[in-house]
């Protein structure tokens, strides 16, 4: 039984949107494998995590659209880059990933301003919060790359990054 009617514009960017994340989350899975592959087990792991953040976020989604009696649809991800240069083009893939993520998520939220849409306004506010936390950390780990380009700096970082995983998943 469907709840609160949404608009299609709103159900057009939800849908678009719920579809980014799952891509999303699969080009954060390409570079983890690029990550593994260089011995970088810190950042691989980073990485790992980031795709299952979004990954619940493209569910927040779809719980949202089932909410309101919308049958979520899944597009095809088309196959993300995999082959970098070094760990400093990683990041900014990464970065730029997140600046088209905040892009995406701005013009659903206006979508469901436009229409008055106020559960979708609610729903992504969170979107418009966390994509401020996740365009700073994108935006630090490029500053921390280009300042660890001394010799074996990349490598003290990924261990700095493995180590903060590992605290953090302990709850530490």
């Known amino acids: ?15 678009r949107q719920l579809n980014h994340e799952w891509s999303a989350s699969h080009a954060y899975e390409a570079m983890a494998l690029w990550c593994d592959h260089q011995t970088f087990k810190g950042f691989s792991s980073f990485f790992l995590k980031q795709a299952g953040e979004e990954r619940e976020h493209a569910r927040r989604i779809m719980a949202h659209l089932r909410d309101r009696g919308v049958l979520p649809v899944l597009a095809d991800v088309k196959a993300p880059r995999s082959d970098f240069k070094d760990l400093t083009a990683v990041a900014a893939h990464a970065q730029s990933q997140e600046r088209a993520n905040t892009k995406g998520v701005n013009a659903a939220f206006e979508a469901a301003l436009r229409e008055k849409d106020y559960p979708a306004q609610v729903m992504l506010q969170w979107f418009v919060s966390e994509q401020v936390e996740e365009e700073a ?18 490598a003290e970082l990924d261990r700095h990054v493995d180590r903060y995983l590992s605290r953090s998943a302990a709850g530490v």
């Open 1 to 15: 039984m469907p709840g609160i009617a949404a608009t299609p514009a709103v159900v057009t960017e939800l849908q």
């Open 137 to 154: 950390w994108a935006d630090e780990l490029v500053d921390r790359l280009a300042r660890a380009q001394c010799s074996g700096g990349v």
